[in-house]
């Protein structure tokens, strides 16, 4: 049997979420994959780093979609009050956000990126602006 702390569970989500994004997989496999890993991250946070960037991040999110983000996430997990429920408005690059977030929390709690948040964070600098309209 091995030991798996949160962070390395939540780095190999998130790693499996980037190598599904590139491959243009399923885009509710790679948003709950990244969302599993940043909630675990932005649970961890404030119990590895003594600064307050989880407090900005909240704050960001709280301005422009926690409910958001969190909507989809739940209608994917849970069923028990709405068995019958269906997601409008999803888009297939709706979980880049959500890696780029967990990869930058990851950064900042193990001291460095993952290769393959390396590669997504450098792709997302280099290229994915233009695909993520990002300015």
Excluded: C
């Excluded at 900005?56 to 994917?76: C, D, P, Q, R, V």
């Excluded at 409008?88 to 690059?93: A, F, S, T």
Aim: hydrophobic share 45%.
């Amino acid at each position: 049997m091995n030991s798996i702390s949160k962070t390395e569970a939540a780095a190999r989500q998130l790693d499996t979420a980037i190598d599904l994004y590139f491959a243009d997989a399923d885009s509710l496999s790679v948003y709950t994959l990244a969302y599993a890993s940043f909630r675990v991250l932005f649970d961890i946070y404030p119990h590895r780093q003594q600064d307050d960037f989880a407090t900005k991040i909240n704050e960001l999110l709280a301005a422009e979609g926690w409910k958001e983000m969190t909507k989809l996430a739940n209608f994917l997990k849970h069923a028990d009050r709405d068995p019958m429920a269906v997601f409008e408005g999803h888009h297939p690059d709706d979980g880049a956000s959500v890696i780029g977030l967990a990869t930058l929390l990851y950064r900042r709690i193990a001291g460095d990126f993952t290769l393959k948040m390396r590669a997504f964070d450098y792709w997302t600098e280099e290229m994915g602006y233009e695909a993520l309209g990002i300015e």
